[in-house]
């Protein structure tokens, strides 16, 4: 079966730096688009960046430029490197996996606080 796990978030200082990983198993990985999605407290899920199977990405207006998607088809894992973390991208962090239907991770929380 499909299983997606999450792993990276954690409590970092504004203008901090994480880097998100999601395993990806169940599937042949390298076919999909892939992505990320957070959730804040109180707000609906929201995209942050997608990827395809041939490494086209596509990012939210507010992570542009501070957020990289990437794959690593080898090891079926998904990445997202977050840089300059502002205390607005605290959320669950979501890895989503675009098949026959949309599987989702876990969830990873990320705090950014001082």
């Known amino acids: 079966q499909v299983q997606l796990v999450e792993s990276g978030g954690g409590l970092v200082q504004p203008g901090g730096s994480l880097r998100l990983s999601c395993a990806a198993s169940?599937?042949?990985?390298?076919?999909?688009?892939m992505g990320w999605y957070r959730q804040a407290p109180g707000k609906q899920r929201e995209l942050v960046a997608l990827i395809t199977s041939g490494g086209s990405t596509n990012y939210a207006g507010s992570v542009k430029g501070r957020f990289t998607i990437s794959r690593d088809n080898t090891k079926n894992t998904l990445y997202l490197q977050m840089n300059s973390l502002k205390p607005e991208d605290t959320a669950v962090y979501y890895c989503y996996a675009a098949i026959s239907t949309a599987y989702w991770g876990q969830g990873t929380q990320v705090t950014v606080s001082s």
């Open positions: 169940g599937f042949t990985f390298s076919r999909f688009v």
